[in-house]
């Protein structure tokens, strides 16, 4: 981001000097087809142009400032005027409006997708920006709020943006702030998303005990089978604990119940069904059953080889790397509208499963330890993060424990204390992802 100030000195807002004590942000986008800021800017640029916003956003990554952040700008018609600063986004020149809020594509959609995704980034660098010079929590409610959702909370204009255009592209004002969040942790809006290549985070441990507590009459085979998921995942390089809480979405937690697979096919994530009244395809072991799903994931997640010898017969049929992350796995949810599933929120909840079952490990993991420390904890994963205080409203110091064995000094609230931090008290890790010797 290139910020840029700009004050525009002959709009009416800037000449009534009214200030605002900053609540919030509201992010808008410009209405038409127009990519270049400047044009706005000169319409704006006039004693008689009441109507003016503190930024805008083009796709190059250029923020011009248009107003003092605390200046009373006009740009929802309505109560939030008063309380929020308003950055707009430049919009493509390849749409076209045939409505109110919708529009068309003029292009082959490439140019729209990439301006779209350009202005997002760049206004989530911009509101992270903002959110840390005012002191504010973009997760907070009523903080970071898109005009339509000002109009809903009848403090602004009945208008559309800025999910009338964010919404093809699987982009969410919740994702939004989201990714302001990371941001202001020191990472970028991608670290807010949940990667499907990777190190499992979750036991095999954590795994069945999620389950034995959803499905209390699952067979035994079932419990036997799920260390398949982390040695099948980590072979290709994919999350099985991922793999994992996709199948228990799939079958209902093995129940199977109004599920289009059975138990006896080994097909434990719907592999085949592309219609409503197909029965997906069979496979003839559980392990084969698992190793397809996760090649079939690492098609979505990846371009890269696999390394066992296909046996997803559908592995042909994806575009490869169009779902990086879990969050993409729906396709209304995916900027390329691919994906695994149609269902609404698909990855979502996948990954409230998965959280599911590593709560129900951390639960278990508290009852048995012990109150007394200092002690010693086993780290098996490369990517535990180090935050600077008890719990993830913490930023994370970027760094990582890497796998060994640490010492902790102190616990609160299923967080351990590292000896190397003790003296600030600045380094914490989750004792969900640890095992005490």
Not at 2 to 9: A, G
Not at 281 to 300: C, D
Not at 408 to 435: H, M, N, P, Q
Request: some cysteine; glycine content about 12%; aromatic content about 10%.
């Amino acid at each position: 981001m290139n910020l840029k100030q700009n004050y525009l000195t002959e709009s009416g807002c800037y000449k009534a000097g009214r200030t605002i004590s900053v609540k919030g942000l509201m992010i808008h986008s410009v209405g038409c087809p127009q990519p270049k800021a400047d044009v706005f800017m000169k319409n704006w640029n006039r004693a008689d142009a009441n109507a003016c916003v503190h930024a805008i956003v083009e796709p190059d990554g250029d923020v011009y400032q248009l107003l003092p952040w605390d200046f009373r700008g006009w740009h929802c018609g309505g109560g939030a005027n008063n309380t929020h600063i308003g950055v707009e986004m430049t919009e493509p020149s390849t749409i076209k409006y045939v409505g109110g809020a919708s529009w068309a594509e003029t292009g082959d959609g490439e140019n729209t997708k990439a301006h779209v995704l350009a202005t997002y980034r760049y206004a989530v660098e911009l509101f992270a920006h903002l959110c840390g010079q005012f002191g504010l929590d973009p997760m907070a409610d009523g903080v970071v709020i898109s005009h339509s959702e000002g109009c809903k909370r009848g403090i602004a204009s009945n208008h559309g943006d800025v999910e009338h255009l964010w919404s093809k592209f699987g982009l969410t004002m919740q994702q939004f702030r989201k990714d302001i969040r990371a941001a202001m942790e020191g990472g970028t809006a991608e670290d807010s998303l949940t990667a499907i290549m990777g190190k499992a985070a979750a036991t095999a441990d954590q795994m069945k005990a999620y389950l034995k507590k959803k499905n209390p009459s699952v067979p035994q085979p079932v419990l036997d089978m799920i260390p398949l998921y982390l040695s099948e995942g980590e072979a290709e390089g994919v999350r099985g604990d991922i793999a994992f809480a996709q199948s228990c979405l799939e079958t209902g937690n093995f129940i199977f119940s109004g599920s289009a697979v059975t138990l006896p096919q080994n097909n434990f994530c719907g592999l085949g069904v592309t219609q409503r009244g197909k029965t997906g395809l069979s496979f003839e072991s559980p392990q084969f059953g698992i190793r397809a799903q996760i090649q079939h994931l690492k098609a979505y997640a990846s371009a890269d080889a696999l390394i066992n010898e296909r046996i997803d017969p559908r592995f042909r049929y994806v575009k490869r790397g169009c779902a990086p992350y879990v969050e993409w796995l729906g396709q209304k949810e995916n900027p390329q509208g691919k994906g695994w599933a149609a269902g609404e929120k698909y990855g979502e909840k996948i990954l409230a499963i998965l959280k599911a079952a590593m709560d129900e490990g951390k639960v278990q993991f508290m009852e048995s330890l012990t109150l007394s420390a200092p002690y010693m904890v086993r780290v098996s994963i490369p990517d535990l993060n180090i935050r600077r205080g008890p719990g993830t409203d913490f930023p994370k110091t970027g760094k990582f424990t890497g796998v060994g064995i640490f010492t902790i000094v102190e616990e609160k609230d299923g967080w351990g204390l590292l000896k190397a931090y003790a003296e600030k008290r600045d380094g914490w890790i989750s004792l969900a992802f640890t095992t005490r010797i």
